[in-house]
């Protein structure tokens, strides 16, 4: 699995999105469409967007019962996408029937990650909303080895518990980590931070990154930097 840089298209219309990847000429940077973008545009997105040549992150983080999600699959399956996302509060069944979704009559089908508790979900919510009252990092762990179990490629994680998370499923399991700001930037909102140099030596695989490089006044020198840094 190379690692890559994943621009997150946070934008809410189509019209936005092509605007700013047309800045970008002749690369083909790593795309992330999230639920605003899909929801707003639909399909249509998804195929244009690869029909330009990049490669999609469709981050929809599917929960639902088992058959529907495993339908729902078969659908974004057909669009094409090389990675897409589910939470793995949904069970292991639920995983499961995500992959028999997912994976196409000649056995491929694009990677799978899974949510574990959500970043913005801490301590204090996780116990008294959820009722889970084990300490955080282990709940992250053990929803990332159940994913493991259930056959899916990796998971998203803070870049913190990267290395956590390679030490526990192995470093094939792939690590998928947004909250990456350049040393000089600002943070925004998020709290829980590393530079794309620092994601590379804990062993990220791929950051997502989408500020930092679409509210940058050079958005396309902006992604030229992070994949200095990360990729080398
Ligand atoms: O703009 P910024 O670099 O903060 O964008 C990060 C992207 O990663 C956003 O699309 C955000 O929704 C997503 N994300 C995140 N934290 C998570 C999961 C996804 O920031 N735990």
Known sequence: MGRD???????????????????????KPFVKIGMELYYAEGPSIVKEIKKRGHKIFLDLKLHDIPNTVKKAMAVLSNLDVDMTNLHASGTKRMMEA????????????????????????????????LLIKEPIDKVVMHYASCAKAAGLDGVVCSPLEAGKVHDTCGKDFVTVTP????????????????????????GSDYI?????????????????????????
């Open 5 to 27: 840089v994943i621009i997150a298209c946070d934008f809410a219309s189509a019209e936005d999105t092509f605007k700013f990847l047309d800045k970008f000429e002749g690369k």
């Open 208 to 232: 997502v990154v989408g500020r930092p490089i679409t509210a940058a006044e050079d958005p396309v020198a902006a992604y030229e930097r992070c994949c200095r840094e990360f990729i080398g």
């Open 179 to 202: 909250g990456v700001r350049f040393a000089d930037g600002d943070k925004g909102d998020q709290k829980r931070v590393m530079t794309p140099e620092e994601a590379k030596k804990i």
């Open 98 to 129: 995500a992959i028999e979704g997912l994976t196409k009559p000649d056995g491929t089908r694009p990677i799978l990650i899974a949510v574990t508790q959500l970043t913005s979900t801490d301590q204090e919510s996780m116990e008294n909303d």
